[in-house]
Protein backbone atom coordinates (compact mmCIF):
# COMPACT_ATOMS: atom_id res chain seq x y z
CA UNK A 1 0.00 0.00 0.00
CA UNK A 2 1.23 3.52 -0.74
CA UNK A 3 3.11 5.71 2.24
CA UNK A 4 2.20 8.82 2.53
CA UNK A 5 5.25 10.85 2.07
CA UNK A 6 6.19 14.76 3.40
CA UNK A 7 8.95 16.45 2.64
CA UNK A 8 10.39 19.28 5.05
CA UNK A 9 13.63 21.41 5.50
CA UNK A 10 13.15 21.08 9.46
CA UNK A 11 11.84 18.57 11.06
CA UNK A 12 10.76 18.60 14.89
CA UNK A 13 9.66 16.45 17.42
CA UNK A 14 7.65 17.56 20.80
CA UNK A 15 6.21 20.76 21.23
CA UNK A 16 7.44 22.42 24.69
CA UNK A 17 9.93 25.09 25.01
CA UNK A 18 12.94 23.64 22.87
CA UNK A 19 10.86 22.96 19.87
CA UNK A 20 9.11 26.32 19.78
CA UNK A 21 12.12 28.02 20.59
CA UNK A 22 14.12 26.40 17.87
CA UNK A 23 11.23 26.65 15.48
CA UNK A 24 11.29 30.58 15.53
CA UNK A 25 15.06 30.75 15.27
CA UNK A 26 15.19 28.46 12.24
CA UNK A 27 12.01 29.93 10.59
CA UNK A 28 13.42 31.79 8.31
CA UNK A 29 15.53 29.65 7.12
CA UNK A 30 13.00 27.24 5.48
CA UNK A 31 9.62 25.03 6.02
CA UNK A 32 9.38 23.65 9.78
CA UNK A 33 7.44 20.99 10.20
CA UNK A 34 6.45 19.84 14.35
CA UNK A 35 5.50 16.87 15.34
CA UNK A 36 3.81 16.82 18.38
CA UNK A 37 1.77 13.26 19.25
CA UNK A 38 -1.07 14.86 21.12
CA UNK A 39 -2.18 18.52 21.54
CA UNK A 40 0.28 20.66 21.15
CA UNK A 41 0.05 22.02 24.63
CA UNK A 42 0.58 18.65 26.35
CA UNK A 43 4.60 18.82 26.90
CA UNK A 44 6.54 18.73 30.01
CA UNK A 45 7.03 22.35 29.71
CA UNK A 46 3.09 23.65 30.24
CA UNK A 47 3.54 21.94 33.69
CA UNK A 48 6.72 23.40 34.89
CA UNK A 49 5.36 25.57 38.05
CA UNK A 50 8.66 26.64 39.17
CA UNK A 51 10.36 29.42 36.90
CA UNK A 52 13.49 29.82 35.19
CA UNK A 53 16.48 29.95 36.82
CA UNK A 54 18.78 33.06 35.38
CA UNK A 55 20.98 36.16 36.73
CA UNK A 56 19.17 39.09 36.83
CA UNK A 57 19.54 39.96 40.63
CA UNK A 58 22.35 42.84 40.87
CA UNK A 59 23.83 40.66 44.12
CA UNK A 60 23.87 37.97 41.99
CA UNK A 61 26.77 36.37 39.21
CA UNK A 62 27.15 34.04 36.75
CA UNK A 63 29.76 32.89 39.43
CA UNK A 64 27.72 32.08 42.22
CA UNK A 65 24.84 30.54 39.37
CA UNK A 66 27.77 27.98 38.14
CA UNK A 67 28.92 27.28 41.33
CA UNK A 68 25.55 26.38 42.79
CA UNK A 69 24.97 24.17 39.64
CA UNK A 70 28.17 22.75 39.92
CA UNK A 71 27.74 21.84 43.22
CA UNK A 72 24.38 20.27 43.26
CA UNK A 73 26.28 18.27 39.89
CA UNK A 74 28.04 16.14 42.20
CA UNK A 75 31.40 16.22 40.13
CA UNK A 76 29.73 15.24 36.89
CA UNK A 77 28.93 18.57 35.24
CA UNK A 78 30.50 19.76 32.63
CA UNK A 79 32.08 22.98 33.59
CA UNK A 80 31.93 24.33 29.79
CA UNK A 81 28.58 23.40 29.34
CA UNK A 82 27.21 24.87 32.49
CA UNK A 83 29.13 28.28 31.55
CA UNK A 84 28.13 28.40 28.36
CA UNK A 85 24.09 28.17 29.84
CA UNK A 86 24.50 30.61 32.93
CA UNK A 87 25.95 33.41 30.91
CA UNK A 88 23.24 33.00 27.81
CA UNK A 89 20.57 32.44 30.06
CA UNK A 90 19.28 35.85 30.40
CA UNK A 91 19.72 36.81 26.86
CA UNK A 92 17.53 34.02 25.65
CA UNK A 93 15.06 34.90 28.74
CA UNK A 94 14.99 38.44 26.88
CA UNK A 95 14.18 37.30 23.53
CA UNK A 96 11.04 35.21 24.46
CA UNK A 97 9.94 38.02 26.61
CA UNK A 98 9.88 39.65 23.22
CA UNK A 99 8.02 37.41 21.41
CA UNK A 100 5.16 37.75 24.38
CA UNK A 101 5.88 35.63 27.29
CA UNK A 102 5.07 37.50 30.29
CA UNK A 103 6.80 36.86 33.58
CA UNK A 104 6.12 38.07 36.81
CA UNK A 105 7.28 41.89 37.62
CA UNK A 106 7.36 43.48 41.38
CA UNK A 107 6.54 46.71 42.22
CA UNK A 108 9.20 48.23 40.45
CA UNK A 109 8.32 46.62 37.30
CA UNK A 110 11.48 44.53 37.33
CA UNK A 111 11.22 40.89 37.45
CA UNK A 112 10.38 39.24 40.30
CA UNK A 113 12.47 36.74 41.59
CA UNK A 114 11.91 33.63 43.45
CA UNK A 115 14.77 31.28 45.43
CA UNK A 116 14.59 27.74 45.35
CA UNK A 117 16.40 24.69 47.00
CA UNK A 118 20.14 24.68 46.18
CA UNK A 119 20.48 28.47 45.25
CA UNK A 120 22.31 30.74 46.51
CA UNK A 121 20.17 33.51 45.54
CA UNK A 122 16.88 34.96 44.62
CA UNK A 123 17.05 34.45 40.55
CA UNK A 124 13.88 32.19 39.83
CA UNK A 125 12.24 33.87 36.96
CA UNK A 126 8.59 32.91 36.66
CA UNK A 127 4.75 33.57 35.55
CA UNK A 128 3.16 32.90 39.22
CA UNK A 129 3.27 29.38 40.05
CA UNK A 130 2.50 28.09 36.69
CA UNK A 131 5.75 29.74 34.64
CA UNK A 132 5.83 26.59 31.66
CA UNK A 133 2.05 27.17 30.63
CA UNK A 134 2.52 30.66 29.92
CA UNK A 135 6.03 30.19 28.24
CA UNK A 136 4.15 27.53 26.15
CA UNK A 137 1.08 29.84 25.47
CA UNK A 138 3.66 33.19 24.32
CA UNK A 139 5.64 30.90 22.04
CA UNK A 140 2.57 29.34 20.47
CA UNK A 141 0.96 32.55 19.92
CA UNK A 142 4.36 33.95 18.35
CA UNK A 143 4.23 30.93 15.86
CA UNK A 144 1.26 31.74 14.78
CA UNK A 145 2.43 34.50 13.05
CA UNK A 146 4.68 32.32 10.82
CA UNK A 147 2.75 30.73 7.81
CA UNK A 148 5.79 28.38 7.03
CA UNK A 149 5.60 26.90 10.64
CA UNK A 150 3.15 23.61 10.68
CA UNK A 151 1.89 21.56 13.56
CA UNK A 152 0.78 18.22 13.23
CA UNK A 153 -1.04 17.02 16.10
CA UNK A 154 -1.89 13.04 17.10
CA UNK A 155 1.16 12.37 15.25
CA UNK A 156 4.29 9.83 17.07
CA UNK A 157 7.10 9.55 15.36
CA UNK A 158 8.46 6.03 16.05
CA UNK A 159 11.38 5.35 14.08
CA UNK A 160 14.07 7.69 12.51
CA UNK A 161 15.26 7.06 8.87
CA UNK A 162 18.84 6.80 9.01
CA UNK A 163 20.96 5.78 6.21
CA UNK A 164 25.30 5.91 6.69
CA UNK A 165 24.94 7.48 9.53
CA UNK A 166 22.76 10.53 8.49
CA UNK A 167 19.12 11.01 9.47
CA UNK A 168 16.45 12.22 6.95
CA UNK A 169 13.88 12.11 9.00
CA UNK A 170 11.10 10.08 10.67
CA UNK A 171 8.51 7.35 9.88
CA UNK A 172 5.50 8.17 11.98
CA UNK A 173 2.09 7.21 12.95
CA UNK A 174 -1.06 9.46 12.39
CA UNK A 175 -2.68 8.08 15.86
CA UNK A 176 -6.05 9.36 14.92
CA UNK A 177 -6.09 7.77 11.34
CA UNK A 178 -3.86 4.49 11.83
CA UNK A 179 -2.48 6.01 9.03
CA UNK A 180 1.81 5.13 8.57
CA UNK A 181 4.12 8.39 7.46
CA UNK A 182 7.64 9.31 5.90
CA UNK A 183 8.71 12.68 6.96
CA UNK A 184 11.33 13.54 4.99
CA UNK A 185 13.67 16.27 6.12
CA UNK A 186 17.05 18.10 5.92
CA UNK A 187 17.95 18.60 9.68
CA UNK A 188 15.61 16.43 12.34
CA UNK A 189 15.41 17.84 15.87
CA UNK A 190 14.83 15.87 18.91
CA UNK A 191 12.57 17.37 21.81
CA UNK A 192 10.73 14.68 23.20
CA UNK A 193 10.89 15.92 27.00
CA UNK A 194 11.23 13.31 29.30
CA UNK A 195 10.47 9.67 30.65
CA UNK A 196 8.45 9.88 34.10
CA UNK A 197 5.85 7.57 32.99
CA UNK A 198 8.31 5.17 33.30
CA UNK A 199 7.77 5.19 37.16
CA UNK A 200 4.75 4.09 38.93
CA UNK A 201 4.16 7.72 40.14
CA UNK A 202 5.55 10.86 38.30
CA UNK A 203 4.90 14.87 37.56
CA UNK A 204 5.12 13.97 34.17
CA UNK A 205 2.11 14.68 31.53
CA UNK A 206 0.88 11.23 30.05
CA UNK A 207 3.39 12.11 26.95
CA UNK A 208 6.66 11.67 28.71
CA UNK A 209 7.49 7.94 27.56
CA UNK A 210 10.93 8.55 26.84
CA UNK A 211 10.53 8.40 22.78
CA UNK A 212 13.25 10.73 21.89
CA UNK A 213 16.04 8.45 24.12
CA UNK A 214 14.15 5.29 22.79
CA UNK A 215 14.41 6.86 19.24
CA UNK A 216 17.92 7.97 19.21
CA UNK A 217 19.41 4.89 21.23
CA UNK A 218 17.84 2.48 18.05
CA UNK A 219 19.18 5.07 15.57
CA UNK A 220 22.97 4.54 16.65
CA UNK A 221 23.38 7.59 19.34
CA UNK A 222 25.09 7.32 22.99
CA UNK A 223 23.13 7.66 25.75
CA UNK A 224 24.54 8.94 28.87
CA UNK A 225 24.13 8.78 32.63
CA UNK A 226 20.64 7.21 32.64
CA UNK A 227 21.24 6.40 36.52
CA UNK A 228 20.31 10.22 37.58
CA UNK A 229 16.45 10.13 37.45
CA UNK A 230 15.14 12.67 39.92
CA UNK A 231 12.48 13.04 42.22
CA UNK A 232 10.22 15.68 43.22
CA UNK A 233 10.06 15.59 46.85
CA UNK A 234 6.56 16.86 47.06
CA UNK A 235 4.09 16.23 44.71
CA UNK A 236 0.29 16.14 46.17
CA UNK A 237 -0.31 13.11 47.65
CA UNK A 238 -4.34 12.01 46.91
CA UNK A 239 -6.28 8.59 47.91
CA UNK A 240 -7.32 8.38 44.37
CA UNK A 241 -4.81 6.56 41.84
CA UNK A 242 -3.39 8.38 39.10
CA UNK A 243 -1.45 8.71 36.18
CA UNK A 244 -0.17 12.40 36.63
CA UNK A 245 0.87 13.71 40.16
CA UNK A 246 0.50 17.23 40.69
CA UNK A 247 3.40 18.90 41.47
CA UNK A 248 3.94 21.49 44.46
CA UNK A 249 6.10 23.73 43.16
CA UNK A 250 10.02 24.00 45.22
CA UNK A 251 9.04 27.55 45.80
CA UNK A 252 6.55 27.09 48.19
CA UNK A 253 9.48 25.65 50.47
CA UNK A 254 11.29 28.72 48.81
CA UNK A 255 9.04 31.34 50.70
CA UNK A 256 9.12 28.63 54.05
CA UNK A 257 7.08 25.83 53.94
CA UNK A 258 8.16 22.91 56.50
CA UNK A 259 8.14 19.09 56.12
CA UNK A 260 6.91 17.08 58.70
CA UNK A 261 5.94 13.38 59.39
CA UNK A 262 2.53 12.59 60.47
CA UNK A 263 2.81 13.10 63.92
CA UNK A 264 4.47 16.47 63.70
CA UNK A 265 7.89 15.92 63.43
CA UNK A 266 9.91 18.50 61.38
CA UNK A 267 12.39 15.58 59.76
CA UNK A 268 14.71 17.65 57.92
CA UNK A 269 16.21 19.20 60.77
CA UNK A 270 19.50 17.45 61.43
CA UNK A 271 19.75 15.80 57.58
CA UNK A 272 21.16 19.39 55.76
CA UNK A 273 21.83 22.54 57.17
CA UNK A 274 19.83 24.07 54.51
CA UNK A 275 16.94 21.39 56.06
CA UNK A 276 13.69 22.34 53.37
CA UNK A 277 16.05 24.18 50.67
CA UNK A 278 18.61 21.19 50.58
CA UNK A 279 19.16 19.46 46.87
CA UNK A 280 15.97 17.60 45.87
CA UNK A 281 18.04 14.52 46.16
CA UNK A 282 18.68 14.99 49.93
CA UNK A 283 14.92 15.85 50.83
CA UNK A 284 13.36 13.47 48.45
CA UNK A 285 15.67 10.56 50.51
CA UNK A 286 14.70 12.03 53.18
CA UNK A 287 10.88 12.16 52.32
CA UNK A 288 11.05 8.43 51.47
CA UNK A 289 12.92 7.39 54.20
CA UNK A 290 10.30 8.36 56.81
CA UNK A 291 7.48 6.82 54.48
CA UNK A 292 9.45 3.56 54.77
CA UNK A 293 10.01 3.44 58.52
CA UNK A 294 6.63 4.77 59.28
CA UNK A 295 4.44 3.13 56.88
CA UNK A 296 2.44 5.81 55.90
CA UNK A 297 1.68 7.37 52.40
CA UNK A 298 2.12 10.70 52.67
CA UNK A 299 4.41 13.46 54.77
CA UNK A 300 2.96 16.84 55.29
CA UNK A 301 4.26 20.05 53.48
CA UNK A 302 3.03 23.47 55.43
CA UNK A 303 3.04 26.89 54.64
CA UNK A 304 -0.25 27.80 56.80
CA UNK A 305 1.59 29.82 59.47
CA UNK A 306 1.79 32.39 56.57
CA UNK A 307 -0.20 35.23 55.56
CA UNK A 308 -3.55 33.55 53.88
CA UNK A 309 -3.52 36.31 51.44
CA UNK A 310 -0.16 36.13 50.37
CA UNK A 311 0.04 32.57 49.91
CA UNK A 312 -3.26 32.72 47.84
CA UNK A 313 -1.58 35.45 46.12
CA UNK A 314 2.20 33.83 45.09
CA UNK A 315 0.69 30.19 44.46
CA UNK A 316 -3.05 30.35 42.86
CA UNK A 317 -2.98 27.87 40.91
CA UNK A 318 -1.55 25.27 43.96
CA UNK A 319 -3.67 26.77 46.31
CA UNK A 320 -7.16 25.94 43.73
CA UNK A 321 -5.65 22.34 43.02
CA UNK A 322 -5.15 21.57 46.40
CA UNK A 323 -8.87 22.92 47.01
CA UNK A 324 -10.44 20.75 44.75
CA UNK A 325 -9.20 17.76 47.13
CA UNK A 326 -10.92 19.24 50.16
CA UNK A 327 -7.65 20.75 51.00
CA UNK A 328 -6.79 24.55 52.16
CA UNK A 329 -3.16 25.35 52.60
CA UNK A 330 -3.86 28.47 54.18
CA UNK A 331 -5.59 26.42 57.50
CA UNK A 332 -3.19 23.59 57.08
CA UNK A 333 -0.86 20.55 55.86
CA UNK A 334 -0.66 19.57 52.00
CA UNK A 335 -0.11 15.69 52.30
CA UNK A 336 2.60 14.98 49.63
CA UNK A 337 4.97 12.29 48.40
CA UNK A 338 8.21 11.80 46.14
CA UNK A 339 7.84 11.43 42.40
CA UNK A 340 9.80 10.54 39.55
CA UNK A 341 10.31 14.16 38.05
CA UNK A 342 12.76 14.72 35.52
CA UNK A 343 15.56 12.82 33.67
CA UNK A 344 19.16 13.95 33.65
CA UNK A 345 21.02 11.91 31.21
CA UNK A 346 19.75 11.16 27.73
CA UNK A 347 20.88 11.70 24.34
CA UNK A 348 24.74 12.80 23.88
CA UNK A 349 25.08 16.26 22.45
CA UNK A 350 27.80 18.80 21.91
CA UNK A 351 26.96 22.54 23.08
CA UNK A 352 25.61 23.09 19.89
CA UNK A 353 23.16 20.19 19.99
CA UNK A 354 24.73 18.03 18.05
CA UNK A 355 24.30 14.36 18.01
CA UNK A 356 26.70 11.00 16.83
CA UNK A 357 24.46 10.92 13.99
CA UNK A 358 24.27 13.90 10.97
CA UNK A 359 21.10 15.75 10.52
CA UNK A 360 20.41 15.08 13.97
CA UNK A 361 20.01 17.98 16.74
CA UNK A 362 18.42 17.17 19.96
CA UNK A 363 17.84 19.84 23.02
CA UNK A 364 15.79 19.59 26.60
CA UNK A 365 15.11 17.26 28.73
CA UNK A 366 15.73 14.55 26.41
CA UNK A 367 19.44 15.45 25.73
CA UNK A 368 22.79 15.15 28.06
CA UNK A 369 24.64 17.96 27.55
CA UNK A 370 26.22 17.67 30.55
CA UNK A 371 25.03 20.67 32.71
CA UNK A 372 23.16 18.51 35.24
CA UNK A 373 25.70 16.52 36.46
CA UNK A 374 24.41 13.50 39.17
CA UNK A 375 21.71 16.21 40.37
CA UNK A 376 19.96 18.74 38.55
CA UNK A 377 19.63 22.24 40.47
CA UNK A 378 16.54 23.68 40.60
CA UNK A 379 14.85 25.72 37.78
CA UNK A 380 17.51 24.88 35.28
CA UNK A 381 15.52 22.65 33.26
CA UNK A 382 13.96 25.65 31.16
CA UNK A 383 16.98 27.34 31.12
CA UNK A 384 18.90 25.15 29.35
CA UNK A 385 16.40 23.91 26.98
CA UNK A 386 16.04 27.60 25.96
CA UNK A 387 19.87 28.04 25.53
CA UNK A 388 20.94 24.90 23.89
CA UNK A 389 17.91 24.87 21.44
CA UNK A 390 19.06 28.72 20.53
CA UNK A 391 22.75 27.24 19.91
CA UNK A 392 21.48 24.17 18.02
CA UNK A 393 19.58 26.54 15.62
CA UNK A 394 22.66 28.59 14.55
CA UNK A 395 24.44 25.49 13.25
CA UNK A 396 21.25 23.90 11.99
CA UNK A 397 21.76 25.06 8.28
CA UNK A 398 25.78 23.63 8.34
CA UNK A 399 24.59 20.49 10.32
CA UNK A 400 21.59 19.62 7.27
CA UNK A 401 21.79 16.04 4.94
CA UNK A 402 22.23 16.50 1.62
CA UNK A 403 19.25 15.57 -0.48
CA UNK A 404 16.92 12.51 -0.34
CA UNK A 405 17.73 8.91 0.89
CA UNK A 406 17.59 6.35 -2.09
CA UNK A 407 13.64 4.66 -2.49
CA UNK A 408 14.67 1.53 -2.16
CA UNK A 409 16.46 1.98 1.31
CA UNK A 410 13.18 3.10 2.20
CA UNK A 411 11.58 -0.57 2.06
CA UNK A 412 11.26 -0.91 6.09
CA UNK A 413 8.09 0.95 6.31
CA UNK A 414 5.42 -1.61 6.08
CA UNK A 415 1.95 -1.93 6.87
CA UNK A 416 1.33 -4.14 9.87
CA UNK A 417 -1.67 -6.99 10.47
CA UNK A 418 -4.47 -6.33 11.69
CA UNK A 419 -3.84 -8.33 15.44
CA UNK A 420 -5.13 -6.59 18.36
CA UNK A 421 -2.48 -6.25 21.18
CA UNK A 422 -3.39 -2.76 23.11
CA UNK A 423 -4.46 -5.01 26.35
CA UNK A 424 -1.37 -6.60 26.14
CA UNK A 425 0.21 -3.64 26.18
CA UNK A 426 -1.32 -1.53 28.72
CA UNK A 427 -1.18 -4.18 31.06
CA UNK A 428 2.77 -4.69 30.57
CA UNK A 429 3.26 -0.78 30.89
CA UNK A 430 1.68 -1.25 34.62
CA UNK A 431 3.94 -3.92 35.25
CA UNK A 432 7.35 -1.81 33.80
CA UNK A 433 6.48 1.42 35.88
CA UNK A 434 5.81 -0.74 38.90
CA UNK A 435 9.21 -2.52 38.76
CA UNK A 436 11.08 0.38 37.85
CA UNK A 437 8.92 2.00 41.42
CA UNK A 438 9.81 -0.77 43.17
CA UNK A 439 13.05 -2.10 41.90
CA UNK A 440 15.08 1.28 40.41
CA UNK A 441 13.69 3.85 43.15
CA UNK A 442 14.73 6.64 44.89
CA UNK A 443 17.07 3.65 47.17
CA UNK A 444 18.54 0.69 45.22
CA UNK A 445 20.25 -2.15 46.09
CA UNK A 446 22.32 -4.07 43.73
CA UNK A 447 20.29 -7.12 44.07
CA UNK A 448 16.95 -5.31 43.11
CA UNK A 449 18.82 -3.74 40.13
CA UNK A 450 19.75 -7.39 39.00
CA UNK A 451 16.39 -8.87 38.96
CA UNK A 452 15.06 -6.07 37.05
CA UNK A 453 17.16 -6.12 34.60
CA UNK A 454 16.56 -9.80 33.88
CA UNK A 455 12.76 -8.77 33.62
CA UNK A 456 13.11 -6.43 31.39
CA UNK A 457 15.84 -8.14 29.28
CA UNK A 458 12.66 -10.72 28.58
CA UNK A 459 10.55 -7.84 28.17
CA UNK A 460 12.82 -6.30 25.68
CA UNK A 461 12.93 -9.37 23.72
CA UNK A 462 8.62 -10.09 23.86
CA UNK A 463 7.89 -6.38 22.91
CA UNK A 464 10.25 -6.23 19.93
CA UNK A 465 8.43 -9.14 18.64
CA UNK A 466 4.92 -7.65 19.11
CA UNK A 467 6.69 -4.10 17.85
CA UNK A 468 7.39 -6.03 14.44
CA UNK A 469 4.34 -8.40 14.06
CA UNK A 470 1.57 -6.76 15.32
CA UNK A 471 -0.45 -4.12 14.01
CA UNK A 472 0.95 -0.32 14.82
CA UNK A 473 -0.44 1.24 17.73
CA UNK A 474 0.20 4.08 20.19
CA UNK A 475 0.15 1.74 22.67
CA UNK A 476 2.79 -0.59 21.36
CA UNK A 477 4.76 2.39 20.14
CA UNK A 478 4.79 3.92 23.76
CA UNK A 479 5.57 -0.04 25.33
CA UNK A 480 8.48 -0.38 23.03
CA UNK A 481 9.63 3.23 24.55
CA UNK A 482 8.96 2.57 27.67
CA UNK A 483 11.04 -0.63 27.71
CA UNK A 484 14.17 0.68 26.52
CA UNK A 485 14.17 3.26 28.94
CA UNK A 486 13.23 1.29 31.73
CA UNK A 487 16.61 -0.84 30.58
CA UNK A 488 18.84 1.73 29.89
CA UNK A 489 18.12 3.60 33.33
CA UNK A 490 18.41 0.00 35.28
CA UNK A 491 21.58 -1.11 33.20
CA UNK A 492 23.69 2.54 33.75
CA UNK A 493 22.33 1.93 37.65
CA UNK A 494 23.91 -1.63 37.51
CA UNK A 495 26.90 -0.13 36.17
CA UNK A 496 27.80 2.83 38.89
CA UNK A 497 28.95 0.79 42.02
CA UNK A 498 28.78 4.32 44.22
CA UNK A 499 26.25 6.66 45.57
CA UNK A 500 26.66 10.43 43.71
CA UNK A 501 23.86 12.58 43.63
CA UNK A 502 20.20 11.39 42.40
CA UNK A 503 21.67 7.20 42.28
CA UNK A 504 21.82 5.97 45.97
CA UNK A 505 22.75 2.05 46.03
CA UNK A 506 22.46 0.93 49.91
CA UNK A 507 24.93 -1.83 48.88
CA UNK A 508 27.89 1.47 47.72
CA UNK A 509 26.38 4.23 49.78
CA UNK A 510 29.96 6.32 49.75
CA UNK A 511 31.02 8.50 46.74
CA UNK A 512 33.85 7.02 45.19
CA UNK A 513 36.58 9.17 42.98
CA UNK A 514 37.15 6.00 40.94
CA UNK A 515 33.32 6.50 39.35
CA UNK A 516 34.09 10.18 38.62
CA UNK A 517 32.91 9.59 35.22
CA UNK A 518 30.00 9.24 32.79
CA UNK A 519 27.50 6.13 32.12
CA UNK A 520 27.62 6.01 28.32
CA UNK A 521 25.72 3.44 26.60
CA UNK A 522 25.35 2.75 22.88
CA UNK A 523 23.48 0.07 20.81
CA UNK A 524 25.34 -3.32 19.41
CA UNK A 525 25.68 -3.08 15.65
Keep these: M ?11 IGSGISALNFALRVSDKGNVLILTK ?30 DTLRVG ?25 WGVEFTRDESSDLELWKEGGHSHRRIVHAGDFTGREVEKGLISAIKSYPNIRIFEHHLAYELIIIDNSCYGVYALDVSTGEIIQVISKVTFLATGGAGQVYQHTSNPNVAT ?73 VARACDAVLKKRGDDFVCLDISFKDKNEIKSKFPNIYRECLKHSIDMTKGHIPVVPAAHYMCGGVYTDTYGRTDVRGLLSAGEVTFTGVHGANRLASNSLLEALVFSARA ?37 KEIKQTMWDYVGIVRRDYLLNRARRRFELYKEEIEEL ?40 DHPEMDSNFKRHTILKKEG
Design 74 to 98: CGLSEEESVDVMVREGPSRIRDIIH
Design 467 to 506: YRNSCLSEDIIELRSLITVAYLITLSALKRKESRGLHYNK
Design 393 to 429: SEVAPDWMVEGSPPEHLLGNVRRRSTIEESVLAVHTK
Design 2 to 12: EIKRIETDFLL
Design 210 to 282: GDGVALAYNGGCRIVDMEFFQFHPTTLYTAESQEKQFLISEAVRGEGARLYDQDGHRFMEGIHPRMELAPRDV
Design 38 to 67: KKRTDATTNYAQGGIASVFDKEDSFESHKE
